[in-house]
Each structure stands twice: as C-alpha cells, then as structure tokens.
C-alpha cells in the first residue's frame, strides 16, 4: 500500500504540474513536492540517514530554453548498427529487481530541438506506459553515469502535450531510484538514448 500511496502521489504532483500555466512555478511545485516524498515517505529511495533528506535534492536553476515539444517519429532498425541487433536492438529486457524482469519496446523516436535523437520505449509490464531516458554530456560528471528520465508515465512522469508533440521539459529530468540506493534496480539508458549535448537542467548530482 506504500508503494501504491507513492505512486497515486507522485502522479497527483504531475498533474498539479500541468495544471500550473507557469512552467517555472510548476518546476518549483515539482522540487518541492519531491522533496517532501524523499524525506517523509517510507517508499523513499533514500537511505534513512543520507543527508539529501535534510538538504533536497539538488537542480540546476529552471531555464525555459530547455522546454521543447516533439512528436514521435517512426524508430527504424535499419538505421541503427547492425540493423537493430546487438545494444540497438528493438526490445530490450532489463532486471527490474522487486519488478522482476521489465521489458522495453522501442516504438519511435523523438527529434529533440537542439538536443538530438532519443528513442520512445513501450514498457510492456506497466500497461504500455512510454519510457524516454536520457544519457547526456553530464553523465558521470555533474549527473548520474547511467542517465536521467525525461519521461515515465507509468509512474506518473508526464507533462502532457502540445496539439501533436509531447512536451519535453528537460527542466525535469531526474535521477532514477539505482543513483540513490544500490538496492533499486532500474531501466537505463540505451545507446538510442545517449547524445552528445551537455543538458545542464533538472536534477544533479551536487548543487
């Protein structure tokens, strides 16, 4: 039932999000809220004594440059080395620890504005929620090695659309639970997944 509470939470939290029709002040109603289930709730990723309980987690500042939209365009596995097969291939099976085993399909591509290619992954055990990881130029330095999530609807981390494109506030990228605990098992980011540009918004490793 914990775990039920924190997602039914966190969703809530997003949808206060997208109702706010000021991005930046939805961002800090984000951090705010997240703070407040990382510190209080027995479903936190944190460890009991780590100091981010205290402290929140910590962002770079909100910049509305890094709020993009994009549609989803076709993923096609020819293009990909080795036509899909090997780290590009089109499904992908992942431990999910407690989850047990989690199976991704990749279903299209968004075209990033400044940013780049990332895949769209259908999470098949959770309904058909889509999944956009992202590895970017701070990974391993001033955020996580093994990647963020940009959007994860399945637990609740969507910011909705605009007409045909989905809104992509890099602004809200964070951290999956495996950065906090080694506890957590976690999908992460795929090759499709990884870009050059350096993304310095959301959630880092140090303030």
Not at 41 to 52: G, M
Not at 139 to 159: C, I, M
Request: aromatic share 10%; hydrophobic share 35%.
């Amino acid at each position: 039932m914990t775990l039920v509470d924190w997602r039914t939470r966190m969703s809530a939290l997003y949808a206060e999000v997208c109702a706010d029709d000021d991005p930046e002040r939805g961002h800090a109603t984000w951090r705010a809220g997240r703070d407040d289930l990382f510190r209080t709730h027995p479903q936190s990723p944190l460890p009991a004594r780590d100091p981010l309980r205290e402290t929140g987690l910590p962002y770079w500042p909100y910049d509305p440059a890094w709020r993009l939209s994009a549609p989803i365009g076709p993923a096609d596995p020819d293009d990909r080395p080795g036509g899909g097969a090997g780290p590009w291939a089109a499904e992908r099976t992942v431990d999910g620890g407690d989850d047990g085993n989690v199976t991704m399909v990749r279903i299209g591509a968004l075209d990033v504005p400044g940013v780049g290619s990332l895949d769209v992954w259908r999470l098949h055990q959770y309904a058909g929620g889509l999944f956009v990881p992202i590895k970017d130029g701070t990974s391993g330095q001033e955020s996580y090695g093994a990647g963020r999530y940009l959007l994860d609807t399945a637990k609740g981390a969507w910011l909705g659309t605009d007409g045909d494109e989905l809104v992509l506030d890099l602004n809200f990228t964070y951290h999956p639970s495996c950065r906090y605990d080694d506890r957590w098992r976690c999908p992460l980011a795929p090759p499709g997944n990884t870009v050059g540009v350096r993304v310095e918004a959301g959630e880092r490793l140090s303030a």
